[in-house]
């Protein structure tokens, strides 16, 4: 690669995006994702060109096993393992933005925006966004004519046009002359919430899927009129399930996943349990103090109904997710089933977390926050409510892409991830 950067390129990650369509010259084909097929494990797996037995972030969350603590939705960049696809394009002189991007806080960027609220003691949080210059938000805020509202990214009140926000900053970045990036990589999740609330068939989904359309339309038709060539790829697929599965009940009743009680709230001791279910959409990563248990640990979640594999150490080898962040086991839902997170079987058991957005203190991933429940201002903790999900490998979690740039016959993201790197480096 030269001196000088010649190439400009947009890539937007769209989330659940898995429908074959035309759009003007842009044909979006199918493509094998990621397993697990997760936001934060594809998102990482993008930016490296490897697996997660390579770059480490396994699910959305890490459990640090010395401190037996499950942490969700972490930013630090150095999660992430590996070289970017863009570093040969930095070193050479090349401008680099990520806006929206998981884990981008102290990412090797020259342009960060991610969300970055400051949760206060006595509850309620202070909405704001890390970003890279400093300064950078604010003005986007003055540009666009209001702040970034984070209830509408996640949570009950959870909508697809909070998009256009996302696509207003893209946009203001690209057009200013002491930013516009070589290479912006962004996000929509535009198709993230009304399919997994509803049924992703139905007609909630046709009418969140004409609004990415639109908002597709206007980003990329204004990113192609500065010079950008545009990218965009889908991270998993949503598909239709008809109910939870809850392995730390399972592992409970095992005596393996111990509780304390608080004021008759039953939470987690994990320091003291044998066995832990990180659950994350329709995997969970099942970790295993001492390794003589790892047997119980799969006797009782095997007769679970909805389990449909226990990935032991030479299966994760073979579907490149053997990482030392991954659990002893793990664990795989039928293709109709989701694992949910809670241990407990009746409302008054229930950590004051459970009925609240709180996407850090859960130990696991919960979908039920985006609908509300009872009390008014509480999160569902009704599973049944939840209708999609995804997380699984093989044709269940193909997902689409399209590109304005010829990247060859790809097969798979990794394979188009890896595609983009040398195309960047062509200059």
Not at 66 to 79: D, G, K, S
Not at 80 to 95: M, P, Q, T
Not at 304 to 312: I, Q, T, Y
């Amino acid at each position: 690669m030269g001196t000088q950067t010649v190439h400009k390129l947009l890539i937007v990650d769209t989330a659940a995006l898995s429908q074959e369509w035309e759009w003007g010259d842009l044909t979006f084909r199918a493509v094998e994702t990621v397993f697990p097929a997760l936001t934060c494990t594809v998102q990482a797996s993008f930016r490296t060109a490897s697996a997660p037995a390579s770059h480490g972030m396994v699910s959305n969350g890490v459990y640090l096993r010395q401190l037996a603590r499950p942490m969700f939705w972490e930013q630090p960049a150095n999660l992430v393992a590996g070289k970017r696809i863009w570093h040969d394009l930095r070193a050479c002189g090349g401008k680099v933005a990520m806006l929206f991007w998981q884990q981008s806080m102290g990412e090797e960027a020259d342009i960060v925006l991610t969300p970055a609220p400051i949760h206060k003691h006595h509850g309620g949080m202070i909405m704001d966004c890390s970003d890279r210059p400093a300064g950078l938000y604010d003005r986007l805020c003055r540009q666009i004519g209001k702040p970034f509202n984070l209830r509408h990214y996640w949570g009950p009140m959870a909508r697809p046009a909070v998009g256009n926000w996302i696509i207003d900053a893209t946009l203001a970045v690209l057009r200013e002359e002491s930013l516009a990036p070589d290479l912006c990589l962004t996000y929509l999740p535009t198709l993230d919430y009304d399919l997994q609330r509803h049924d992703p068939t139905g007609p909630r989904a046709r009418a969140a899927l004409n609004v990415l359309e639109r908002q597709l339309a206007r980003l990329l038709n204004a990113a192609r009129e500065m010079g950008y060539e545009v990218l965009v790829f889908g991270d998993y697929a949503i598909r239709p399930v008809t109910g939870a599965v809850f392995p730390n009940r399972a592992l409970a009743e095992a005596g393996l996943f111990k509780t304390r009680s608080v004021r008759d709230m039953l939470y987690p001791d994990l320091p003291g349990s044998r066995a832990f279910a990180m659950v994350d959409h329709q995997i969970a990563h099942v970790y295993v103090a001492d390794r003589g248990d790892i047997e119980p640990t799969r006797d009782a979640l095997s007769r679970l109904p909805g389990v449909e594999e226990l990935m032991d150490r030479p299966r994760r080898r073979d579907f490149g997710i053997d990482h030392a962040n991954s659990g002893e086991l793990v664990a795989v839902a039928a293709a109709d089933r989701w694992f949910a997170y809670p241990w407990w079987h009746e409302k008054r058991q229930a950590p004051d977390y459970a009925g609240h957005v709180d996407i850090h203190n859960k130990p696991g991933y919960d979908p039920c926050e985006l609908r509300w429940g009872w009390p008014p201002g509480s999160v569902s903790r009704d599973t049944s409510r939840i209708r999609g999900s995804h997380g699984r490998a093989g044709s269940a979690n193909t997902v689409t892409w399209a590109a304005s740039i010829d990247l060859g016959g790809v097969r798979s993201l990794l394979e188009l991830s890896a595609a983009t790197r040398e195309w960047l480096n062509e200059g």
